[in-house]
């Protein structure tokens, strides 16, 4: 196999899109951000990307020649299969545009299309926390809960290619609403908007809480008030908080028993709270899971932050490179 | 591909071992079923497989030569990897026994090592309920509940080779201490053995049922009394069948978001109950599932009963056979 080559990277969002280009090594070679634009319409945001592609290239002064392939992490709903992005909440402009061809065409490089979440989970697995493993699991706490599963070294894409949900597991039965409509999802109570919503309900229900005043003053609450009221010893943001860890470490030990996998990787914003949050899921964990046998997962901490859609879209470009399935 | 030839299977179990010589497209030549006798120890227990694989042979009445392998499902902790039966609770003689190496050395044929469940599910995927489809899970409803996963046309081991323990899926926290002493297990809620156990339990708590008499007599009581109970309108009944549908939909909600597969497939001894069990876990599925995408899969029973453990481990050799890895 050759050693030599490139691969860009495309990490697209409703706001802004993150390119860059990586050796074979995960080692980055030019890297930016620039605005979406998805109010300017879907040619606009098509040849947004185009352009990005030839820019990440040229930044990063290599030969065109030397491009082996473009990676494009999307919202979904999205087909790898078909190349096709379908229907993204964020991206309304982009109703079942072939977004892999298209790309072909307009750069000449081979493409293919991604799940966002599993391409971040692929980055991890390629160049971060996963690095070294073969089978890993990855938790993304963000507005939601992303996921990704890797098994011996494969994306999990599933029929319907909406595998990985993680954030739908149910994990109270007939609990909190989740934005899906099912009730007790994990990302229901797991997730930074989440469990700061749910404190906010419950001030707003009744309960007392030392952010009361922040809540009657009309300001937002984020998961990091949660976090600093609660290591001051706030009961409700303690029991939040508390939860979202718990319906985690219950979400892990179905994900143990599932896939099997040698790690599982939080990643997403609420991952800066360090050891307040690693600490209580680990114990959880330990408290919750089985006593048959010890095919405990370590759990850790994403590496690559925001970077990891733009390292492991340009992964996926690799891996399609090395198998043929783009 | 040579597309002659002929593979035995072999499904270990505590008491009977049941073997049979299958061609490639499933077709049974000879089946048959002898006492495993673990009684008499290790190399009793070994020396009965190799015989069992020679007269399938023998009775199917096929050329030595046209035989490509075997496969053997064994009950876990176990490691296709290492071909390694290592501490089944049901064969107390076979601790770290490597029997797919021995089986070989006896028979010479080459051999394969599968967990049975996943043996069982490979079985129904190949040329059962799940024929013809790419993705599938299933949920074995019997003593335990035990799981198969199929992505992608393979089945899903993970690191420690312990996946697919589905009936470990946790669908109410705090809720029922599992064998595995995890509480809230699909187990403990809706395996054959555990709803009828749990019948009993509320009913020595106090609450009445038309059952009550008979375990007072102290006899048996087994799901089916408890489909009968709660087809007559006994509410205590009514609501232990009910829970365990239920249960087992949110398991198939989790599975639909993990692995996204085209159909899931019921099998077990509690799928005799017919319509009364399928119905109403499709009904709990529907309503508990999103409502983002329909992606829902086709829930069925398996179709091959008490010889999909067989079929599969031919099927596992097929399999080994066509992919190398044995």
Redesign the interface.
């Given at each position: 196999m050759d050693m030599a080559g490139y691969c860009v990277g495309i990490d697209l969002g409703g706001t802004n899109l993150k390119a860059g280009l990586l050796d074979r090594d995960a080692k980055v070679l030019s890297k930016f951000s620039v605005p979406t634009g998805i109010e300017k319409g879907t040619e606009h945001v098509v040849s947004t990307i185009a352009g990005a592609v030839e820019r990440a290239v040229r930044e990063a002064g290599v030969s065109r020649g030397d491009v082996v392939g473009v990676g494009i992490g999307s919202p979904g709903?999205m087909s790898h299969r078909r190349g096709l992005v379908i229907n993204p909440g964020n991206l309304p402009c982009m109703k079942n545009v072939p977004l892999r061809d298209e790309i072909t065409k307009r750069t000449g490089f081979r493409a293919t299309l991604e799940n966002d979440a599993n391409a971040a989970a692929w980055g991890e697995y390629w160049a971060g926390a996963g690095k070294g493993?073969?089978?890993m699991v990855m938790f993304t706490l963000g507005t939601g809960v992303g996921g990704g599963?890797v098994?011996?070294g494969?994306l999990?894409?599933?029929?319907?290619?909406?595998?990985?949900?993680?954030g739908?597991?149910?994990?109270?039965?007939g609990g909190r609403q989740?934005s899906?409509?099912?009730?007790g999802c994990v990302e229901a109570y797991s997730s930074a908007s989440n469990l700061a919503a749910r404190l906010v309900e419950e001030i707003r229900g009744g309960r007392s809480s030392s952010l009361k005043a922040r809540v009657d003053r009309g300001e937002e609450v984020r998961a990091e008030h949660v976090a600093q009221a609660a290591k001051a010893g706030d009961e409700l943001a303690m029991q939040v908080w508390d939860d979202a860890c718990?319906?985690l470490a219950?979400a892990t030990?179905?994900?143990q028993?599932?896939?099997?996998?040698?790690r599982v990787v939080l990643a997403g914003g609420l991952i800066n709270a360090g050891d307040f949050l690693l600490k209580p899921i680990r114990e959880h964990f330990r408290r919750?899971?089985?006593?048959?046998?010890d095919?405990f997962?370590e759990i850790m901490f994403a590496t690559l932050g925001d970077d990891a859609g733009v390292i492991g879209a340009a992964g996926c470009a690799w891996r399609a490179h090395e198998t043929g399935d783009w």
């Open positions: 709903p493993v073969r089978d599963v098994i011996d494969n999990i894409r599933g029929y319907y290619e909406n595998g990985a949900e993680l739908h597991i149910i994990v109270q039965p989740c899906c409509r099912q009730l718990r319906y219950i030990v179905v994900m028993h599932v896939t099997n996998p040698q919750l899971t089985w006593v048959l046998l095919d997962p």
